[in-house]
């Protein structure tokens, strides 16, 4: 990292000219942060949410891209020291709409092997929602997963807590199977559709996951289940950590079906 005007770190900029993702210095309260979170909130415009809280901290931005239920998508990212916050691109660096915020103090991350045309990813895991980011660049990558990872290592000593010990599944996207990953026979068509095991991520067909489940970290109401893991979780062959504790403040704002994932229809 190298210190440019204004206070402003800019990740390995001699080594990545092309470098998207800015690593701010952690002046809470100084009249910089404020200003950078000022632009954020304005940028998300009146359907997001206000970010400007005493002792926040913008701590750094850059697109990413996300493995969605359909194909990797382009999403803007900003990490502050106790959220997470991303949004979809509508004009590069002016305009944000879909805002989803995160709190880290439930995140765990985990790097992801490179794999063909999808490198330098890592796993953004959370007890309600999981999924798969990737960056441009090794460097960005793992000055992403530092920075993440020092924010949430801060969170868990300044609180006392543990680290969350359960997450939901990641999602295996669409593209990833033709056939049901359980039965092995039945071929997705537009007629066979895809579904989701909220308890593995499997893509799997309508025959396999009849059964629903209450897995309390992801709803409030019981979620789609495959075959297998309803016959695990009602044998309670699942360690009890995985099936998810009760109570969970993020509960209520989860998806009920297939067709609400976040980002599947844009
Ligand atoms: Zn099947
Ligand atoms: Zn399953």
């Given at each position: 990292m190298s210190e440019t005007d204004g206070g402003v770190l800019r990740a390995h900029s001699s080594e990545t000219p092309s470098c998207k993702v800015k690593m701010v210095d952690r002046l809470a309260n100084s009249e910089a942060n404020s200003k950078r979170i000022a632009v954020v909130?304005?940028?998300?415009?009146?359907?997001?949410?206000?970010?400007?809280?005493?002792?926040?901290?913008?701590?750094?931005?850059?697109?990413l891209t996300k493995l969605c239920r359909k194909k990797p998508k382009a999403r803007q990212f900003f990490l502050f020291n106790d959220i997470l916050v991303y949004g979809n691109i509508v004009i590069q660096k002016k305009k944000y709409n879909?805002?989803?915020?995160?709190?880290?103090?439930?995140?765990?991350?985990?790097?992801?092997?490179?794999?063909?045309?999808?490198?330098?990813?890592?796993?953004?895991?959370?007890?309600?929602?999981?999924?798969?980011?990737?960056?441009?660049?090794?460097?960005?990558?793992?000055?992403?997963?530092?920075h993440i990872g020092k924010c949430v290592g801060d969170l868990l000593l300044k609180s006392g807590k543990a680290p969350t010990g359960e997450h939901a599944a990641v999602w295996v996207p669409d593209s990833e199977a033709s056939?049901?990953?359980?039965?092995?026979?039945?071929?997705?068509?537009?007629?066979?559709?895809?579904?989701?095991?909220?308890?593995?991520?499997?893509?799997?067909?309508?025959?396999?996951?009849?059964?629903?489940?209450?897995?309390p970290s992801q709803s409030s109401k019981p979620v789609r289940v495959c075959e297998?893991?309803?016959?695990?979780?009602?044998?309670?062959?699942?360690?009890?950590?995985?099936?998810?504790?009760?109570?969970?403040?993020?509960?209520?704002?989860?998806?009920?079906?297939?067709?609400?994932?976040?980002?599947?229809?844009?």
């Open positions: 909130e304005s940028c998300f415009g009146a359907a997001g949410q206000p970010l400007a809280i005493p002792g926040r901290v913008l701590i750094g931005e850059g697109v879909k805002q989803h915020i995160i709190p880290l103090e439930s995140v765990t991350i985990d790097t992801v092997p490179d794999d063909g045309d999808l490198r330098n990813g890592w796993l953004i895991k959370t007890p309600t929602k999981s999924f798969a980011v990737y960056a441009a660049t090794a460097t960005e990558k793992s000055e992403w997963m530092n056939v049901c990953m359980r039965c092995q026979k039945v071929k997705f068509t537009t007629v066979s559709r895809r579904h989701h095991c909220r308890k593995c991520g499997f893509v799997v067909c309508g025959p396999c996951s009849e059964k629903k489940y209450l897995l297998y893991c309803y016959v695990q979780l009602t044998s309670g062959s699942f360690p009890p950590d995985s099936i998810g504790r009760l109570g969970s403040k993020f509960s209520s704002n989860n998806l009920s079906d297939d067709e609400d994932e976040d980002d599947s229809s844009d």
